[in-house]
């Protein structure tokens, strides 16, 4: 298993390139599910999850080649509409074959994803929303098995979960009539998938709204489709250098898909600029305190939560940082105070009382985000070294990280044992 090794104290400068967003390209693969010829994706980044979506598929009978950034997904030998358990428990995100399958096979028949360290992460929003435009579905052997037909219905989300709206989204798309979803995710994921759907020869409007209106088709072509920058890699990348008192600029990004997390980097004393797909960070001075609750979209991302938690450890004055989205995605905490962080916790919010300094200690990652959190803290910490294990949390979700923040000035390196 690998370690990632980081000695701290040394400020970040440099300019890193962002990634094509794994929360775009997850679901843009599964959309191909429903092409009737090949669909070429453009800035695919290489991530485990990525291949994790790809085994997958192919075991589907869809024919992948991944070549540099570039993924040819050909659906002309399809043949199982079906996701193993032993596929599925892996990475929540195969669940978002559901609606697909269902619109080009109208059957499925998919694991039910297990819960993970963030929470059960349970998927009755996914069919509640799905029986609303017809599907017949019935839990068996802990499998889902859905059948149609399917026909276009108002529905309306009790929580604007992300991966129901996708499922859903897709799962529409070849259902006859005409679906509304009210109360629905409208992350820029969201409407990337919209993008690509509708290139495929979908009619979808309203993404990126609560509102997305979608006429059915019977059959969906081909397309090309470059996946959008990663918004949480950018922003994981903007909280490190901050934290570490540095200067750091971020490529191939989207500002408008930051709207508050930016802001919140100024209210803690960063400086950020913003020059189209460029957004530099810094703050030579130190930073203040935050509070910070979580959100769906256009609200602070919990994706982000644990690296701005990481981030003040060693700001002036007290941060409340609450978590709305997940019932369990503070893992990142007790690892934080190994370190000398003083974070106390009040029912879902946590206290962080922000401390001269940290310093670094072997800590183990537990999930994607609460790992990158822990890679921020080894960096900022201004003595001793972070050994993290367990890192293949970590490459789920960033692409040789330590390479990249390496290229910035970090002291990191990864060891294989
Ligand atoms: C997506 O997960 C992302 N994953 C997550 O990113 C992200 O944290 C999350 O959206 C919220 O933005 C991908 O896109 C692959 P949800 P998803 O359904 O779709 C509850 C990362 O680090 N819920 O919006 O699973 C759920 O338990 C990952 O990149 C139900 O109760 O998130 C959670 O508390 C982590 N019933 C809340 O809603 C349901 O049927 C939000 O979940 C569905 C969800």
Do not use: W
């Given at each position: 298993?690998?370690?990632?090794l980081?000695?701290?104290?040394?400020?970040?400068n440099?300019?890193?390139h962002v990634?094509?967003a794994?929360n775009?390209?997850?679901?843009?693969?599964?959309?191909?599910?429903m092409?009737?010829a090949?669909?070429?994706?453009?800035?695919?980044?290489?991530?485990?999850?990525?291949?994790?979506?790809?085994?997958?598929?192919?075991?589907?009978g869809m024919?992948i080649d991944f070549?540099?950034?570039?993924m040819?997904?050909?659906?002309g030998?399809?043949?199982?509409?079906?996701a193993?358990?032993?596929?599925v428990?892996r990475?929540?995100?195969?669940?978002?074959?559901?609606?697909p399958?269902?619109?080009?096979?109208?059957?499925?028949?998919?694991?039910l994803?297990?819960?993970?360290a963030?929470?059960?992460r349970?998927?009755?929003?996914?069919?509640?929303?799905?029986?609303?435009?017809?599907?017949?579905?019935?839990?068996?052997?802990?499998?889902?098995?859905?059948e149609?037909?399917?026909?276009?219905a108002n529905?309306s989300?009790?929580?604007p979960?992300?991966?129901?709206t996708?499922?859903?989204?897709?799962?529409a798309?070849?259902t006859?009539g005409v679906?509304r979803?009210?109360n629905?995710?409208?992350?820029?994921e969201?409407?990337?998938?919209?993008?690509f759907?509708?290139?495929l020869?979908?009619q979808i409007?309203?993404?990126g709204?609560?509102?997305?209106?979608?006429?059915?088709?019977?059959?969906?072509?081909?397309?090309?489709?470059?996946?959008?920058p990663?918004?949480?890699?950018?922003?994981?990348?903007?909280?490190?250098?901050?934290a570490?008192?540095g200067?750091?600029?971020?490529?191939?990004?989207?500002?408008?898909h930051?709207?508050v997390?930016?802001?919140?980097?100024?209210?803690?004393?960063?400086?950020?600029?913003v020059?189209g797909?460029?957004?530099?960070?810094?703050?030579?001075?130190?930073?203040?305190?935050?509070n910070?609750?979580?959100?769906?979209?256009?609200?602070?991302a919990?994706?982000?939560q644990a690296?701005?938690?990481a981030?003040?450890?060693?700001?002036?004055?007290?941060s409340?940082i609450?978590e709305?989205?997940?019932?369990n995605?503070f893992?990142?905490?007790?690892?934080?105070?190994r370190?000398?962080a003083?974070?106390?916790?009040?029912?879902?919010?946590?206290?962080?009382?922000?401390?001269?300094?940290i310093?670094?200690?072997?800590?183990?990652?537990?999930?994607?985000r609460a790992?990158?959190?822990?890679?921020?803290?080894?960096l900022a910490?201004?003595?001793?070294?972070?050994?993290?294990?367990?890192?293949?949390?970590?490459?789920?979700?960033?692409?040789r990280?330590?390479?990249?923040?390496?290229?910035?000035?970090?002291?990191?390196?990864?060891?294989?044992?």
């Amino acid at each position: 298993m690998d370690r990632i090794l980081i000695r701290g104290g040394k400020p970040l400068n440099g300019v890193i390139h962002v990634r094509g967003a794994k929360n775009a390209v997850l679901p843009l693969m599964a959309a191909a599910l429903m092409a009737e010829a090949p669909c070429i994706l453009h800035n695919v980044p290489c991530l485990h999850d990525v291949f994790s979506m790809d085994k997958l598929l192919s075991d589907m009978g869809m024919k992948i080649d991944f070549t540099g950034r570039t993924m040819t997904l050909d659906p002309g030998g399809l043949n199982k509409p079906e996701a193993e358990y032993d596929l599925v428990r892996r990475m929540r995100a195969s669940f978002f074959v559901l609606g697909p399958l269902l619109a080009r096979f109208g059957k499925a028949r998919v694991s039910l994803p297990g819960g993970c360290a963030i929470g059960s992460r349970p998927v009755d929003i996914h069919l509640k929303s799905l029986e609303a435009i017809g599907a017949k579905i019935r839990i068996e052997d802990g499998y889902v098995v859905a059948e149609g037909p399917l026909q276009g219905a108002n529905v309306s989300l009790d929580f604007p979960s992300v991966g129901a709206t996708e499922n859903l989204l897709m799962a529409a798309c070849m259902t006859p009539g005409v679906t509304r979803i009210a109360n629905v995710a409208r992350e820029p994921e969201i409407e990337d998938l919209a993008r690509f759907l509708n290139a495929l020869g979908a009619q979808i409007s309203g993404a990126g709204t609560d509102l997305i209106t979608i006429v059915g088709v019977d059959a969906l072509g081909g397309a090309e489709h470059v996946v959008m920058p990663d918004r949480i890699e950018a922003g994981t990348f903007l909280a490190a250098g901050v934290a570490t008192r540095g200067d750091v600029t971020v490529l191939n990004a989207n500002a408008d898909h930051l709207p508050v997390f930016l802001d919140k980097l100024r209210e803690m004393g960063a400086t950020v600029e913003v020059h189209g797909s460029r957004i530099r960070a810094h703050a030579a001075n130190g930073l203040r305190g935050v509070n910070i609750t979580t959100l769906p979209y256009p609200g602070f991302a919990t994706d982000l939560q644990a690296q701005i938690m990481a981030a003040v450890t060693c700001a002036e004055g007290v941060s409340i940082i609450k978590e709305t989205v997940f019932e369990n995605r503070f893992m990142q905490l007790a690892q934080l105070n190994r370190m000398g962080a003083d974070i106390g916790l009040d029912g879902n919010a946590a206290i962080v009382r922000g401390v001269k300094a940290i310093s670094g200690a072997p800590v183990m990652a537990s999930d994607l985000r609460a790992s990158a959190a822990l890679v921020i803290a080894g960096l900022a910490a201004s003595r001793g070294e972070t050994a993290i294990s367990r890192v293949y949390h970590i490459d789920r979700g960033y692409e040789r990280i330590e390479e990249r923040l390496a290229g910035v000035g970090a002291d990191i390196e990864r060891v294989r044992t």
